[in-house]
């Protein structure tokens, strides 16, 4: 399994972003994906989850109502549509996969497989 994650850059407080997670190796109907992100001195934080069995969603309280997970079965790929954006949206953003239909959200240590990191800045 890999996975490659595109999209980020540099928009401006209000602004909208659209990230990519181009899923190899894992069907388009298979396991789960999630988007982290970790801003300098912070952790890693889960941002959005997608079954991908069911479609099943669940976002961070910090992203919810601007941010949309989706899943492209043609083109295997994970979304990540970030609208509203704020400073504090400014973080590297990976993605992360796993086989397994049902994992813990956010649980990072549940996740086998992660993408390289995409940076998004938010100036204000």
């Known amino acids: 399994v890999q996975l490659q994650a595109s999209g980020g850059g540099l928009v401006q407080v209000g602004g909208s972003l659209r990230l990519s997670c181009l899923v190899s190796g894992m069907r388009f109907d298979e396991g789960s994906v999630g988007w982290f992100r970790q801003a300098p001195g912070k952790e890693r934080e889960g941002v959005a989850y997608i079954r991908r069995t069911d479609g099943q969603t669940y976002y961070a309280d910090s992203v919810k109502g601007r941010f949309t997970i989706s899943n492209d079965n043609v083109k295997t790929t994970v979304y990540l549509q970030m609208n509203s954006l704020k400073p504090e949206d400014t973080a590297v953003y990976y993605c992360?996969?796993?086989?397994?239909?049902?994992?813990?959200?956010?649980?990072?240590?549940?996740?086998?497989?992660w993408g390289q990191g995409t940076l998004v800045t938010v100036s204000s």
């Open positions: 992360a996969a796993d086989p397994d239909h049902y994992v813990t959200p956010f649980f990072i240590q549940e996740y086998d497989y």
